[in-house]
């Protein structure tokens, strides 16, 4: 059993930067593979990055390639995402998930447990 909750959500203007914090319980954290994931109103839950159980590995949305980045660290069982050069449609609701399968996936159905989400809102 894993549970998440993040933080760092806040009101930023466009080309800011924000970093969410997503903080796990669990023992064997270190096996699971975490993603970020979002949802802006009246869209789908969209796929933003993952990164592996080691960290080895990563995989971003070609939406935000280049301005966010992952990053974990396991002795504190933590997930990190900073986010730079914010555009008004990262604004969303942004989700931690974490799958027992330590690699990589964009599917939300890969992912057995979520957090309650932040808010993230960029300002145009």
């Known amino acids: 059993q894993v549970q998440l909750v993040e933080s760092g959500g806040g009101l930023v203007q466009a080309g800011g930067s924000l970093r969410l914090s997503c903080a796990a319980s669990?023992?064997?954290?270190?096996?699971?593979?975490m993603g970020w994931f979002r949802q802006a109103p009246g869209k789908a839950r969209e796929f933003v990055v993952s990164?592996?159980?080691?960290?080895?590995?990563?995989y971003y949305a070609d939406s935000v390639k280049g301005r966010f980045t992952i990053s974990r660290d396991n002795a504190k069982n933590t997930v990190a995402l900073q986010m730079n050069s914010l555009k008004a449609e990262d604004t969303a609701v942004y989700y931690c998930?974490?799958?027992?399968?330590?690699?990589?996936?964009?599917?939300?159905?890969?992912?057995?447990?979520w957090g309650q989400g932040t808010q993230v809102t960029v300002s145009s």
């Open positions: 998930a974490a799958r027992s399968a330590g690699w990589n996936s964009a599917d939300d159905r890969a992912y057995e447990y």
């Open positions: 669990g023992r064997t954290f270190s096996r699971y593979a």
């Open positions: 990164i592996s159980w080691s960290g080895g590995t990563t």
